[in-house]
C-alpha cells in the first residue's frame, strides 16, 4: 500500500474481497487496499501499520465528513452553521454507521484476529464503524471521488433527514454547536495515547477550544475518547460562564 512490503491476499482472504466488491458495487484495481480495508489491527499485530484498516480509516473519516458536508449544505439551503453541524455528526457518528455496515453485510468481511474475537457485539460494533470508513478510504483510492461519493449517497444517503439537526445528539455536537455560537471558532481533537493489547486498546483524547486544552477523556475507540473529551470540555466551559443549553 506504500509502494513498500504490500501484503497481497490470501486464497483464503479472497472471499471476503469478493464480498467487499459487490457490497461496493467496486471491482479494486489494488486488492491491497480492499485487503487492509477490512483486516481488523488484530489479525495482524506485529506488521506494518498499513497491513490492517487504521490508516484507511483516517482517511475515510475525513472524505465522509466532506462528502456529507457538501450535500446538506447544497440541500437545505434554509439551515444555519448549527443546524447543519447537528446533521453532520448525527449521520458520521459511530452509532450510524455501524448500523449501516450491518444492514450492508460488513461485518462478514471482516478479517478479526484470534485475540479479538471473544469482544462480542462491542467490539463488532466499533469494528463496523471503522471498516465503513475505512472502505469508503480504499474506494477513494482505488476509484477516485466519485466513486466514493455514490457508495456513501447510497448507503448513507436514505438515513439524511432534517429531523437530525433538531437536538445535539452527541456531546461531540453539542460542543461544536456551542463553541462555534459563543466562541465563534471550532473544537480541535487529538490523540494523547493508546494504551493495551490490539484487541482492547484504551485511547486518551484531549480537546482544545481557541488553542486552550478544555477537556480529556478516555475510551475503548478513538471516537470514545473524543466524546468523553468532549463531555469534559462542555463541564468546563460552563463553569467558566459560557452558555452550554
Request: aromatic content about 6%; charged content about 25%; proline content about 4%.
Amino acid at each position: 500500500m506504500e509502494g513498500r512490503g504490500v501484503r497481497m491476499p490470501h486464497a483464503a482472504d479472497t472471499e471476503r474481497i469478493c464480498h467487499i466488491e459487490a457490497i461496493t458495487d467496486h471491482k479494486f484495481k489494488r486488492r491491497d487496499l480492499a485487503l487492509a480495508a477490512i483486516t481488523h489491527p488484530s489479525a495482524v499485530e506485529g506488521e506494518p501499520v498499513w497491513h490492517s484498516y487504521e490508516r484507511l480509516e483516517f482517511l475515510g473519516d475525513s472524505i465522509l465528513g466532506a462528502i456529507v458536508a457538501t450535500d446538506i449544505f447544497e440541500r437545505f439551503h434554509d439551515m444555519d452553521e448549527g443546524e447543519l453541524t447537528r446533521l453532520k455528526i448525527s449521520l458520521v457518528s459511530g452509532k450510524t454507521l455501524s448500523v449501516v455496515a450491518e444492514k450492508l453485510g460488513i461485518g462478514e468481511c471482516i478479517i478479526f484476529g484470534e485475540s479479538e474475537k471473544g469482544t462480542g457485539a462491542r467490539g463488532m460494533h466499533s469494528a463496523l464503524e471503522n471498516v465503513y470508513e475505512s472502505v469508503l478510504g480504499a474506494l477513494y483510492l482505488d476509484g477516485g471521488y466519485e466513486v466514493a461519493h455514490e457508495f456513501v449517497m447510497r448507503t448513507l444517503g436514505p438515513h439524511i433527514s432534517r429531523d437530525l439537526a433538531e437536538h445535539p445528539v452527541s456531546p461531540k455536537s453539542r460542543l461544536q454547536e456551542i463553541t462555534q455560537r459563543e466562541l465563534r471558532c471550532g473544537p480541535e481533537y487529538r490523540l494523547e495515547g493508546e494504551q493495551g493489547p490490539a484487541h482492547s486498546p484504551t485511547f486518551t483524547s484531549v480537546v482544545l477550544v481557541s488553542g486552550r486544552r478544555m477537556g480529556r477523556g478516555t475510551g475503548s475507540s478513538k471516537k470514545e475518547a473524543e466524546s468523553a473529551a468532549a463531555a469534559d470540555a462542555i463541564k468546563r466551559l460552563a463553569e467558566e460562564g459560557i452558555p452550554c443549553t
